[in-house]
């Protein structure tokens, strides 16, 4: 049902947890499943130094919130406004129907943060 990589980063997440002194934060709730990701960055130069997340969720939810924080780790604000959903998607070797709405809050999340920051 679900790819090795959504299981991979299901099993060992990446950059889990919170940003120390973090200069952004955003956490959304999905209504309809429950699941909440929350996101918390550190900015320097324009570039994100430093993303960490937590979610509780669904395998997709924790899946896309992880690899959403290797995806952009690094790359300036711009450069990280402008990932699609498609790439996570991508990123993650698919998401069947019933797990799409995990990347929607992904990127959702994602664009929620890059509004708070100075970037």
């Not at 919170?18 to 130069?45: F, H, M, Q, W, Y």
């Not at 994100?48 to 997340?53: D, H, K, L, P, Q």
């Not at 069947?96 to 943060?113: F, G, N, Q, R």
Request: neutral net charge.
């Amino acid at each position: 049902m679900y790819s090795p990589q959504v299981l991979d980063h299901f099993e060992h997440p990446r950059n889990a947890g919170a940003v120390a002194d973090a200069d952004a934060s955003a956490r959304i709730e999905n209504p309809a499943c429950g699941d909440v990701l929350e996101l918390t960055v550190k900015v320097a130069a324009g570039r994100i130094a430093e993303i960490r997340f937590k979610a509780k969720g669904c395998v997709a939810a924790m899946a896309c919130g992880s690899a959403l924080t290797e995806l952009v780790s690094g790359k300036t604000v711009s450069e990280a406004r402008k990932l699609s959903r498609e790439e996570l998607v991508r990123a993650v070797g698919g998401l069947p129907a019933a797990s799409t709405h995990a990347s929607h809050l992904a990127i959702d999340t994602l664009a929620a943060v890059l509004r708070k920051t100075s970037g």
